[in-house]
């Protein structure tokens, strides 16, 4: 599998290589090199996240330079810890940028980080592949130019497009929608009241909540409307609140849940009360029931086998969709360093003349206006298919539920 890999990455290597030797490519000190920044949240909040992200994309550059590395260099990965901390975060793109001299930029992860450090990339002119899950870095206006960024991961409006468009096909034209009442949850309210009737949708029922508000009778009162989906926006732990709630009023009925959420964590935190949870996700939990004509199902299975069973992470962290991003965001970086190298402008335009990256996250294929480039096509609805354990512990089982 491995071998396919990196085959399929145009790099004839032995299936046998082993990791030590990967490793030693990684330090490649007889050859000129290139740096790629990795800005992650190490130590603060979304820490696990971030060293998830590290590990990934170390197996990323790994493959890469075992393939000959971009542009002739070896590629290094600049790895600096923003700790959760936004004005940390802006002190160590100055040191990226400055110091390190980083041809481009993997990250930040949350969303105040992004948009503090976002003017230092568009006055350097550095690429920077966010790894937010908030739009705005990339949607211009108010929000400030985005010459110069990128995002990868999953756009909410494209959730909540195939949410509607999940729910239609289903017949389901009665809609139970129950929001924060934060800009989360805002903004899917905005999107469903706007869009409801070109889906089809009869009644829309919306209950939005405040974060120590008692959700009960909110809840009771969305069901006497009889809907036929219930769709959930928000984070965890309030996410949670919802399934356990809706669940524990005896309500069977199909649950999506927000994309953003930590999907072991939701399960870790619900129990079996999270079975026939749904989400739009892409394709990582749920690979082995793609068709095999699927043409990121031999990629998807490669890299499942590099994380788990070459590097051995999933000792540590459990493999999870968010990671498919971190994958793409280097190795989308790394084709566009091939064609075109690694300065400036000639490096941005190469990412933006993209048109169809077959990737473990997804397909990609980007513009000047379309800095984001995932195709919805490439996402998958799946499901919370079954939930062991002894009650302080819970495992999962997913299955496509299309």
């Given at each position: 599998m491995r071998g396919n890999l990196l085959r399929r990455l145009g790099v004839v290597v032995p299936i046998l290589v082993s990791v030590a030797l990967l490793s030693s490519v990684r330090v490649g000190l007889a050859r000129p090199r290139v740096k790629i920044g990795l800005l992650l949240d190490l130590s603060g909040k979304t820490g696990e996240i971030g060293r998830g992200a590290q590990r990934v994309s170390e197996i990323a550059v790994d493959v890469v330079n075992a393939q000959g590395g971009a542009f002739g260099r070896i590629v290094e990965l600049v790895v600096l810890d923003t700790q959760g901390d936004p004005a940390l975060g802006k002190d160590r793109v100055r040191e990226l940028i400055s110091e390190e001299r980083v041809a481009a930029v993997v990250g930040p992860l949350d969303w105040a980080t992004a948009m503090m450090t976002k003017p230092f990339f568009e006055e350097n002119q550095i690429p920077a592949?966010?790894?937010?899950?908030?739009?705005?870095?990339?949607?211009?206006?108010?929000?400030?130019?985005?010459?110069?960024?990128?995002?990868?991961p999953l756009r909410r409006t494209t959730a909540l497009e195939r949410i509607a468009a999940y729910s239609r096909e289903r017949g389901w034209t009665r809609v139970g929608l129950v929001v924060a009442s934060d800009g989360l949850g805002r903004?899917?309210?905005?999107?469903?009241?706007?869009?409801?009737?070109?889906?089809?949708?009869e009644n829309l029922a919306v209950e939005?909540?405040?974060?120590?508000?008692?959700?009960?009778?909110?809840?009771?009162?969305?069901?006497?409307?009889?809907?036929?989906?219930?769709?959930?926006?928000?984070?965890?732990?309030?996410?949670?609140?919802?399934?356990?709630i809706l669940r524990g009023l005896g309500a069977d009925l199909p649950l999506f849940q927000?994309?953003?959420?930590?999907?072991?964590?939701?399960?870790?935190?619900?129990?079996?009360?999270?079975?026939?949870?749904?989400?739009?996700?892409?394709?990582?939990?749920?690979?082995?029931?793609?068709?095999?004509?699927d043409p990121q199902k031999a990629l998807i299975?490669?890299?499942?086998?590099?994380?788990?069973?070459?590097?051995?992470?999933?000792?540590?962290?459990?493999?999870?969709?968010?990671?498919?991003?971190?994958?793409?965001?280097?190795?989308?970086?790394?084709r566009a360093m091939r064609?075109?190298?690694?300065?400036?402008?000639?490096?941005?335009?190469?990412?933006?003349g993209i048109r169809r990256h077959i990737?473990?996250?997804g397909i990609y294929g980007f513009t000047h206006e379309n800095h984001n480039g995932l195709d919805p096509k490439s996402l998958a609805v799946i499901e919370v298919d079954q939930v062991t354990g002894d009650g302080s512990s819970w495992i999962e089982s997913w299955r496509l539920a299309e």
């Open positions: 592949l966010m790894l937010t899950y908030e739009d705005s870095v990339i949607r211009g206006g108010k929000f400030g130019m985005y010459e110069w960024i990128f995002r990868l903004e899917a309210r905005k999107w469903f009241e706007k869009k409801s009737a070109s889906y089809g949708f939005s909540f405040a974060p120590a508000e008692d959700m009960a009778d909110k809840m009771q009162r969305l069901l006497s409307q009889d809907p036929q989906v219930i769709v959930s926006w928000s984070h965890l732990p309030h996410a949670a609140t919802v399934a356990r927000c994309h953003e959420i930590p999907l072991r964590q939701y399960v870790a935190a619900v129990g079996p009360a999270a079975r026939k949870t749904l989400f739009v996700s892409n394709k990582m939990l749920v690979w082995e029931d793609l068709q095999e004509q299975e490669d890299f499942l086998h590099q994380y788990r069973n070459v590097y051995r992470y999933a000792r540590r962290q459990p493999v999870s969709p968010f990671m498919g991003y971190v994958w793409d965001s280097v190795m989308i970086l790394t064609a075109a190298g690694t300065e400036g402008e000639w490096l941005r335009d190469s990412i933006e990737g473990v996250g």
